[in-house]
């Protein structure tokens, strides 16, 4: 898959700890990777995504010269960028912190790879939530305002900005650096259990046997399975690598701009899979706003990188309550690996059924 272009690569991933960055890691070190992961906390779960070829460090993205010093140390082939305070609610709590990691933390990592030499590319993740939500029902388009109200979605359309103002300033002059921008939906999976997200909310109600209180049942999300935005990391690495796509340009990774589904939908999807789950509806304001309608519109990842989603609604929960039911069968972190192997090398089989150009 990737044309085995990960194989014996460094790659450094910021925030390799985090939901994202664990699944990505394990899917690296499978293609034969050097994975090195920058994250300031070593979160749950690292032991069933880990092994002991990761190369780990500790360390705060706002630190400067800690990350600068790494970069130029490591000489990574790509970076991937996740490494952020990716919580809407935290950000009302800590808008300061917030924006301290995710643009000062971005325009740090930008910074830091000015000066390198060697060819690097380089993997920046934004968010849907970037553009300036204005409940649009044909989706969000690369470009379209980017303008985000909330603290995290206004640092991340400001990371966005960074980023693009490097590409076309710095970056410009130098042949060696290629990068691109994601702009992703919501994703879902097994691994998570970051607070006030609706699947780790699910397992952790579940686990205590307690009443899953759902806000907002009829907010409507682009909810994806992990893999699919990663397979589209991934494949933009490569791209890039093989100087087969336009530099320095933005993506976003989403299903299909009628595939969207609402909470209650999730949860009526999560009981098809056995699990019997007590849970309450309430229509009580959040205590933070967050948009009701947030829809992306992907046509440019599907037409200009043969870019795909691979899994039905349905699926997804599926692969998603597997990984949880696991944990609730009691499974040791090895069998847990297992799964989650198991669970790459399943959605990869699917892929290349449909005849993904990745999976060659
Ligand atoms: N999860 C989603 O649904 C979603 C949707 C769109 C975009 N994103 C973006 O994707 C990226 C990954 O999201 P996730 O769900 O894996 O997040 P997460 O919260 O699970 O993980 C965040 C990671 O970043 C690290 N981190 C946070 N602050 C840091 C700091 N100051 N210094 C160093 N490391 C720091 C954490 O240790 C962790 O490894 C984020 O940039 C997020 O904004 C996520």
């Not at 032991?47 to 002991?52: A, M, S, V, Y």
């Not at 995290?152 to 400001?158: G, I, L, P, Q, R």
Request: proline share 2%; aromatic share 14%.
């Amino acid at each position: 898959m990737f044309d085995k272009i990960y194989n014996n690569k460094k790659v450094l991933i910021t925030g390799h700890t985090g939901f994202k960055g664990k699944w990505l890691t394990l899917w690296l070190s499978i293609m034969g990777a050097q994975v090195y992961g920058y994250s300031n906390e070593k979160k749950y779960f690292s032991n069933i995504f880990f092994n002991k070829k990761i190369i780990n460090i500790n360390g705060d993205i706002s630190d400067f010269f800690k990350l600068k010093k790494l970069i130029k140390k490591v000489k990574p082939d790509f970076i991937f960028h996740f490494a952020a305070q990716a919580l809407v609610s935290e950000s009302y709590l800590s808008p300061h912190k917030t924006w301290i990691s995710n643009v000062m933390g971005t325009v740090n990592l930008l910074e830091s790879c000015k000066n390198i030499k060697k060819k690097l590319c380089l993997i920046l993740i934004t968010s849907d939530k970037a553009y300036r939500n204005i409940e649009k029902n044909s989706g969000y388009k690369e470009t379209d305002e980017l303008n985000g109200n909330d603290p995290y979605s206004a640092s991340k359309s400001s990371a966005d900005i960074a980023i693009q103002s490097y590409f076309k300033s710095i970056f410009n002059k130098k042949k060696n650096i290629k990068g691109a921008i994601t702009r992703a939906g919501n994703v879902i999976g097994g691994g998570d259990l970051s607070k006030d997200r609706i699947i780790p909310d699910f397992y952790k109600a579940y686990l205590n046997k307690q009443k899953l209180i759902i806000k907002n049942p009829s907010s409507t999300r682009p909810w994806q399975f992990v893999l699919e935005p990663l397979s589209g990391y991934l494949l933009l690495g490569k791209l890039l690598y093989q100087n087969k796509i336009n530099n320095y340009e933005a993506y976003n990774f989403g299903p299909k701009v009628n595939y969207n589904f609402r909470v209650v939908d999730l949860i009526k999807e999560i009981q098809n899979n056995n699990i019997t789950l007590k849970f309450k509806l309430t229509n009580k304001k959040n205590k933070f706003k967050e948009a009701k309608l947030l829809k992306l519109n992907s046509n440019k990842a599907r037409t200009k990188l043969k870019w795909n989603s691979v899994l039905t609604f349905k699926e997804t929960i599926k692969f998603t309550i597997e990984w949880y039911k696991g944990l609730i069968q009691g499974k040791n972190n090895k069998e847990m690996k297992k799964l989650s192997i198991f669970q790459i090398e399943e959605y990869y089989r699917k892929a290349k059924k449909l005849g993904l150009d990745w999976t060659k």
